[in-house]
């Protein structure tokens, strides 16, 4: 069973997740820490609709993430394009329909970002604000468990939202 993602329905779900990630997640904090919707999203897309779906889901995730913030304009494009080229890559010889999986792929996508997002932006700003120990137990290690959590409740929905069943060939 081949199924392909309605390009228009694809977006909507990229930019409805960045606005709930704005209005209501960036106040729901737990330990500081709150989830990352588009990291969730791009890893989705990877695994179960291939590297494709992963880096155009990256690359809008990316896109939508430079425009709002004040970061190096790019490097999210980048970054989330990478991460959905890797996830893709890596879902062929994954078990992409247990919930294990998805929890440690989504943690290991989230911590890699955060951590490669961090040596890009002190490389080429020169600056840094915190040591990497204290942005990695501080931030990237509970963003990225809190992250990861959502996906066990999120992936099923979107399995459901997508009619992709349990023992499908999803690409």
Do not use: C, W
Not at 38 to 63: D, H, K, Q, R, T
């Amino acid at each position: 069973m081949h199924n392909k993602v309605n390009r228009y329905s694809f977006y909507i779900v990229l930019i409805a997740a960045f606005l709930i990630q704005l209005l209501l997640l960036d106040r729901i904090k737990i330990a500081g820490a709150k989830p990352d919707l588009l990291v969730l999203l791009v890893v989705f897309f990877a695994i179960f609709f291939g590297s494709g779906a992963g880096i155009e889901a990256g690359f809008i995730a990316g896109l939508l993430k430079d425009l709002y913030s004040l970061d190096i304009f790019g490097m999210n494009i980048i970054l989330l394009s990478l991460t959905g080229l890797i996830a893709g890559m890596l879902s062929p010889k994954l078990f992409r329909e247990s919930k294990l999986t998805q929890f440690l792929l989504v943690f290991v996508s989230s911590v890699l970002y955060m951590i490669i997002h961090y040596f890009a932006s002190s490389l080429i700003l020169k600056i840094t604000y915190v040591t990497l120990p204290e942005y990695l137990y501080g931030l990237i290690l509970p963003s990225s468990l809190y992250t990861a959590l959502l996906s066990l409740f999120l992936f099923p929905v979107l399995i459901k939202r997508y009619h992709l069943k349990d023992n499908a060939e999803y690409l």
